[in-house]
């Protein structure tokens, strides 16, 4: 991969299936390369470094396939490293994946200059998740491609500024890759992130609503019930600021008054860190938008229709001048 506009040219929209703790495998990311999109998981779904090794091998060998059986375009894939000093199996993981050559490191928490170095090296690319224009300084400095602007409403660990603020900031700042997240669930949204100046977007929620995520039945349903209204905005889960489905806190017996209450860092009802995960879900603002569960090539198939109709639609807007 040479650089950010030959991977966007290469692919059929600009859209990045974001990297979705246990949510998201080489299957559905698989399914996501195979429509032109990017797919992506993170390292630290899998168990143990045979693991990640495996998938690694799974996504290059399902790539070849694809391209020898003349699907086109095929989108490259990539990977979300954890890269903070608390995560124990970052050099390894760095190590496979510098290995496997993946094309696209997805980087979160800390912005380690000799992380994007290394990657830069085998010709890989690196986003980096920003949340601010602090952030966003830190990674440029570091030598990041693009900044992946994690905006209010974002499912997962979420930042809380306002999208046209972030990504006018950031802007300001630099001609590198802006790729925005949060709540983008349609081809309309794609292209109203193209025309706010991102040059790609992450899509995290709608993609837990396809038959090839690891969600359960249930998560997929609670998001089909839920609008905005149900995501609870909460630090308590382990210290960071995350969105998550209130229907599913309630289960948990979390008592959301109680936890509007707790200072950040605080941990609700369920002890060990995996199984609070499992146990209370997570999504954004976007749910209510999502009323089914889509197969990945009908959900891609969808968005790039949708994209279509809303860039004929801008043809109806009056001309400034
Ligand atoms: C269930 C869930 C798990 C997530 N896990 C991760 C993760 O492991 N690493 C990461 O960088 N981002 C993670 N995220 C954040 C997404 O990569 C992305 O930023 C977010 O989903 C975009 O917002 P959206 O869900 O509104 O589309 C997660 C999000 C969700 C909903």
């Not at 002890?271 to 954004?284: C, I, L, M, N, P």
Request: with cysteine; net charge negative.
């Amino acid at each position: 991969m040479t650089n950010v506009a030959d991977l966007i040219a290469g692919m059929s929209l600009p859209v990045i299936a974001a990297p979705m703790f246990t949510v998201s495998n080489p299957e559905m990311a698989l399914a996501t390369c195979a429509q032109g999109m990017m797919g992506t998981f993170p390292a630290h779904t899998t168990r143990s470094a045979e693991m990640l090794d495996e998938w690694l091998t799974t996504m290059a060998d399902g790539l070849n396939r694809l391209r020898a059986e003349g699907v086109d375009p095929v989108a490259p894939f990539g990977v979300n490293l954890v890269v903070h000093g608390t995560n124990q199996r970052m050099a390894g993981d760095l190590e496979l994946c510098i290995r496997h050559k993946v094309p696209v490191i997805l980087t979160s928490k800390g912005a380690p200059g000799e992380v994007f170095d290394a990657v830069h090296e085998y010709g890989g690319l690196v986003f980096h998740d920003i949340a601010s224009a602090r952030h966003a300084e830190k990674a440029l400095e570091a030598g990041a491609d693009g900044l992946i602007a994690v905006c209010g409403g974002a499912g997962g660990h979420c930042g809380s500024i306002n999208p046209f603020a972030l990504v006018n900031e950031v802007r300001q700042m630099t001609d590198r890759a802006i790729i925005l997240a949060g709540a983008i669930t349609t081809g309309r949204d794609v292209l109203s992130a193209q025309v706010m100046g991102a040059d790609l977007v992450y899509m995290g929620t709608r993609f837990i609503n396809t038959e090839e995520s690891g969600a359960a039945d249930g998560y997929r349903q609670m998001i089909i019930e839920a609008n905005a209204t149900d995501i609870f905005f909460t630090a308590a889960m382990d210290g960071a600021p995350a969105n998550l489905l209130a229907p599913s806190l309630l289960r948990a017996g979390v008592d959301l008054d109680e936890l509007r209450r707790q200072t950040p860092g605080a941990i609700i009802a369920v002890d060990e860190r995996k199984k609070r995960w499992k146990d209370v879900w997570s999504a954004g603002h976007g749910v209510g938008s999502i009323n089914d569960v889509l197969s990945v090539q009908d959900l891609c198939d969808r968005l790039k229709a949708e994209y279509r109709a809303a860039r004929d639609d801008l043809r109806h807007f009056q001309a400034a001048e």
